[in-house]
């Protein structure tokens, strides 16, 4: 049986280079510190060994984190936030940070990263879902350190987010069926209080009143962002004795659930009714039919809330970084696909 390798430690240099573990750390610290014949026996050894010097753990024992915590929901809508994390995690890189995540799930996790946020250990925070730990009236944000919220805005003073447009793109959704010719739609909306879905819904309810459609034109069922509510609200569409021939899911998630489970009952998509999504996950280019939806600028919101947040560590100003505004917001996309066309 094979035997996993075990990584090189400053100790194995020390001995391969017949000095002492401070001298090594000396070596690669403070080079100047040592004679010419000794930093290159140990920069020798290092080299033989393959030996990475473990940075981070560095930084802490100094004090000077580069740790930046980025915050997220336990279910925190996978396909979406992979794009979102990856772009934070090339711009911190790119200033010489490092990215942790911290999952809310509960009271004993949400005070273990407050206290994580006072330790000194961090450089700055992240989140990403517009939720913040709170215990017993303790909040992460005491701690003092430059933070920003992506995706969601918990409204909270001093911290700034970077957004979508949720209700103009929400918009587009509804513009795009009753272009189509579809006057009533059936809404499968977000978790309630969650703030995309408040944006979203102020869209699609000030787009419908534009049109000159009545109340009774939407019809609107909750959901909560994940497949299993999607065939809930599909369920909740095929009982319904007059059918919306336009539907809008509050994410990609539930609409690819949403059309499956329809279409499992005999109902032709877009034949019988058209389909419109949010987000652009890949997955939408490879359900049946693919999925017309909005496409969230994803690994550019990350990467924006990421830039902003090393401008703010670097001492820059908030209103100057955000040109007097109090917000930074992106657009969303229209992407057309095979879910919708005009009603039969």
């Given at each position: 049986?094979?035997q996993?390798?075990?990584?090189?430690?400053?100790?194995d240099v020390?001995?391969?280079?017949?000095?002492?573990?401070?001298t090594?750390?000396?070596?690669?610290?403070?080079?100047?510190?040592?004679r010419?014949?000794t930093r290159?026996r140990?920069?020798e050894?290092?080299k033989?060994?393959g030996?990475?010097?473990n940075?981070?753990?560095?930084q802490?024992r100094?004090?000077?984190?580069q740790?930046?915590?980025v915050?997220?929901?336990?279910r925190?809508n996978p396909p979406?936030?992979?794009?979102?994390?990856?772009?934070?995690d090339?711009?911190?890189?790119e200033a010489g940070?490092?990215?942790i995540?911290?999952y809310?799930?509960?009271?004993d996790r949400?005070l273990?990263l407050?206290e994580?946020?006072?330790?000194g250990?961090?450089?700055?925070?992240?989140?990403?879902s517009?939720?913040?730990?709170q215990?017993?009236?303790?909040s992460?944000?005491?701690a003092?350190?430059?933070a920003?919220?992506i995706?969601?805005d918990p409204q909270?003073?001093?911290l700034?987010?970077?957004?979508?447009?949720?209700?103009?793109?929400a918009?587009?959704?509804?513009?795009h069926?009753l272009?189509?010719?579809?006057r009533?739609i059936f809404y499968?909306s977000?978790?309630?209080?969650n703030?995309?879905?408040t944006?979203?819904?102020?869209?699609i309810?000030?787009a419908m009143r534009?049109?000159?459609?009545?109340e009774?034109?939407?019809v609107?069922?909750?959901g909560d962002?994940?497949?299993?509510?999607g065939?809930?609200?599909?369920k909740?569409?095929?009982?319904?004795?007059?059918?919306?021939?336009?539907?809008?899911?509050?994410n990609?998630e539930?609409a690819?659930a949403?059309v499956?489970?329809?279409r499992?009952a005999?109902?032709?998509v877009?034949?019988?009714l058209?389909?419109?999504?949010?987000?652009g996950i890949?997955f939408a280019?490879?359900?049946?039919?693919?999925l017309?939806t909005?496409?969230?600028p994803r690994?550019?919101?990350?990467?924006?809330g990421?830039k902003?947040?090393?401008d703010?560590l670097?001492?820059?100003?908030?209103t100057?970084?955000?040109?007097g505004?109090?917000?930074m917001?992106?657009q969303?996309r229209?992407?057309?696909r095979?879910?919708?066309?005009?009603p039969?």
């Open positions: 049986m094979n996993i390798r075990r990584l090189p430690r400053i100790g020390a001995e391969a280079a017949g000095v002492s573990v401070a090594v750390s000396r070596a690669l610290s403070a080079p100047e510190k040592l010419e014949e290159a140990v920069m050894a290092v033989t060994l030996y990475t010097p940075s981070v753990a560095r802490l100094a004090g000077n984190s740790l930046v915590l915050i997220v929901p336990r925190s979406f936030f992979s794009e979102v994390l990856h772009g934070i090339v711009t911190l890189a940070y490092v990215l995540t911290g809310m799930e509960g009271v949400d273990r407050i994580l946020a006072t330790s250990h961090l450089a700055g925070l992240l989140t990403t517009g939720q913040l730990p215990v017993a009236g303790r992460i944000l005491d003092g350190l430059p920003v919220a995706c969601a909270v003073p001093g700034p987010p970077v957004l979508l447009d949720d209700v103009g793109a918009r587009m959704q509804v513009e069926l272009d189509l010719g579809h009533r499968l977000g978790p309630t209080g703030y995309n879905e944006m979203r819904h102020r869209g309810v000030d534009d049109a000159g459609l009545g009774d034109a939407l609107e069922h909750p962002y994940v497949f299993s509510g065939v809930a609200g599909a909740a569409y095929l009982g319904l004795a007059d059918r919306p021939t336009g539907v809008i899911c509050g990609d539930s690819i949403f499956k489970t329809v499992s005999g109902v032709k877009p034949g019988d058209s389909v419109v999504g949010f987000d890949e280019d490879y359900c049946e039919p693919t017309t909005i496409a969230q690994f550019e919101l990350g990467a924006a990421a902003l947040l090393v703010l670097a001492g820059g100003r908030l100057d970084l955000l040109g505004r109090d917000r917001l992106m969303g229209l992407l057309v095979d879910s919708t066309a005009a039969r």
